[in-house]
């Protein structure tokens, strides 16, 4: 595939769909809406010691937030809100052109570098981080 936003490799992400559906026994919930398309994501989080041991997400959004969830669903396992916080900034840099993508357990995010020149696609990558920020107590963001 010729286009540099929809690449073979991020359209796997989203039709993979790591983590996708509810999530039983979940302790926290956030959402995130983008108004501008309708884009829509909740993520259910179970915590263990202050990291994620379960995490869920029902994303009815673009190929971008998609693939972004299921970036979440399959690599957020062990993670600490603060990881989380740290990663939507470093996205978010990385998408500014002021950073390079996030290392492992992430890495997958660099398959978002073609919307680095669209700045309007940038909301979509990271509506799912939004919901999972939201979805973690005593997150600053």
Known sequence: MS??????????LAA???GAGQLAGAHHHGEAHNPACGDRVR???AL?????SGLAHETRACV?????????????????AADITALRHQVLAMLAGN?????APFA?????????DLPGRHRCVVLP????VAALPDVAS
């Open 43 to 45: 993520m259910d989080v």
């Open 3 to 12: 286009d540099p936003l929809y690449k073979r490799s991020l359209l796997r």
């Open 64 to 80: 971008l937030a998609q693939a972004s969830a299921a970036i979440l669903g399959r690599d957020a396992i062990g993670a600490s």
């Open 99 to 103: 950073a390079p993508p996030p290392e």
């Open 48 to 52: 263990e010691n202050g990291r994620i």
């Open 108 to 116: 997958a995010y660099r398959e978002f570098a073609g919307a680095a």
């Open 129 to 132: 981080l939004d919901a999972l």
């Open 16 to 18: 993979d769909a790591h």
